[in-house]
C-alpha cells in the first residue's frame, strides 16, 4: 500500500506554508475593497466619485435604475473618470467598475466565445449587450 502523496499536492502544501510564513515574517498586506453600490436616483452618483477620489473601486449595478437614468449616471461617471484619469469598464449587463488609475482591470473572461464561430462578445457603456 502506497501512502505517499501525489507530487502536486505535496507542492501545494509547500507552497502554502511559504506564503504563511511570509505573511507571518513581514507587515500585514493592505487590503482593498471594492464597495458595490445599487443606485436608485441620479444623485447618488456622486458618492461613487468621493471613492474614486480615495482610490477606493467601486462595483455599479444599474439594476434599480431605468435604462435612460442609468444611462445618464454613466455619462456623468465616465467624465469624472476621465478627468479623474480613472478606469470604467462594463464587466456584466448593466454592471460596471469604477477604479482609480492604481487599479489594473484584467477582465479575460469577457472574450469568451458566443456560437460556433468563436465571435467574442464586446461590451460598451451602452446598457445593452452587442
Known sequence: MNTSRPQ???D????????ARQNSQGAPAEKHVIYVRYPRRYEETATFLDLLLQN???L??????TEVQARRCLD????????????LRKVANGIYL???????IN??????AEGTNN?????????KRR
Open 8 to 10: 502536486n499536492i505535496t
Open 12 to 19: 501545494l502544501h509547500a507552497r502554502q506554508e511559504e506564503l
Open 56 to 58: 477606493e473601486s467601486v
Open 60 to 65: 455599479i449595478d444599474f439594476q434599480y435604475m
Open 76 to 87: 456623468y461617471l465616465d467624465g469624472a473618470r476621465y478627468v479623474l484619469s480613472g478606469d
Open 98 to 104: 469604477l477604479t482609480p488609475s492604481n487599479v489594473v
Open 107 to 112: 477582465i479575460e473572461d469577457l472574450q469568451l
Open 119 to 127: 465571435q467574442a462578445i464586446e461590451f460598451d457603456f451602452d446598457m
